[in-house]
C-alpha cells in the first residue's frame, strides 16, 4: 500500500524557516513527479511546488524565490524548504505524487496524497 507522510509542520515566527519532509512507502517514486499543495483556512488547496522525475522544479508565483523543492531518491522522499516565511503561508501543507514522470501544478493530475501537516506563522 503507497503511503506519503509528512513531517516537519509547525509554528514559526514571520521571516523564519521550515523544512518540510515527505517519505513515501510502498513503492518507489524516482521516476515520478511529486509536489507540495497547501490549503488554507477558508481556501482552496491551492499549488505550492513541483518536481520531475529529472529534478525540473515550478514554483507557485506566491512562493518563487522563498521555497525550495527537492529530492532524495535513494530516500524516496522528497522537501519543501521554506525560507522568509509569511503570515499568509498559514496553511495544511500536502506532499503528492503521481504515476507520471512530468511536473504539473494542477492537483487533479496527482494519484497519491500524504495526511497534510500544519504550518502556523505568526506575526
Known amino acids: 500500500q503507497v503511503q506519503l507522510v509528512e513531517s516537519g509542520g509547525g509554528l514559526v515566527q514571520a521571516g523564519g524557516s521550515l523544512r518540510l519532509s515527505c517519505a513515501a512507502s510502498g513503492r518507489t517514486f524516482s521516476r515520478s513527479a511529486m509536489g507540495w499543495f497547501r490549503q488554507g483556512p477558508g481556501k482552496e488547496r491551492e499549488f505550492v511546488a513541483s518536481?520531475?522525475?529529472?529534478?525540473?522544479?515550478s514554483y507557485a508565483d506566491s512562493v518563487k524565490g522563498r521555497f525550495t523543492i527537492s529530492r532524495d531518491n535513494a530516500k524516496n522522499t522528497v522537501y519543501l524548504q521554506m525560507n522568509s516565511l509569511k503570515p499568509e503561508d498559514t496553511a495544511v501543507y500536502y506532499c503528492a505524487a503521481r504515476e507520471g514522470h512530468l511536473r504539473t501544478a494542477s492537483y487533479t493530475h496527482y494519484d497519491y496524497w500524504g495526511q497534510g501537516t500544519q504550518v502556523t506563522v505568526s506575526s
Open positions: 518536481i520531475s522525475w529529472s529534478s525540473t522544479t
